[in-house]
């Protein structure tokens, strides 16, 4: 017999206790590792101009915009064929990267694919946001082409 804090246990009862006990503890850690843990949502919302505490900005603005959009454009060779406005959509992703760029007026198809690649191509720029964290935002610009 052993005695056990007072308590006098045998040998076999001892072992009982211990294989009762080392259960439980493989319960309780199974039951730990399927537990649900909270996985934080990316925000991929895509946000328009209005309620945005930081607008997105080009490098320099509106107007390097243009000036780079136009030197591009009159390289591919389409200097004499277009001038004018043309209407660009197009969303500023979280990196300052641009994507769905969509021409809405102004160029035929040809054309329309060439500045969309001159936009794509484009430097980053600095993201909108909002809650102090960068989102994704919905972006509308006249671009001077041909001038």
Known sequence: MIDVRGMNLK?????????????????????????QTAVAKEDMNIYNMAGLQVKPEFPGGVKALNAMVNERYLQSGFASEVKGKVYAIFVIEKD??????????????????TLVGI????????????????VRVMYSVPLEIGR
């Open 11 to 35: 040998l076999e009862d001892k072992k009982s206790i211990m294989k009762k006990i080392m259960v439980l503890l493989v319960l309780l850690c199974t039951v730990q590792g399927f537990a």
């Open 96 to 113: 300052g990267s641009l994507s769905d760029i969509k021409i809405l007026r102004g160029l035929d198809l040809e054309k329309a694919k």
């Open 119 to 134: 936009l794509k191509d484009c430097p980053k720029w600095r993201p909108g946001q909002l809650g102090g964290k960068p």
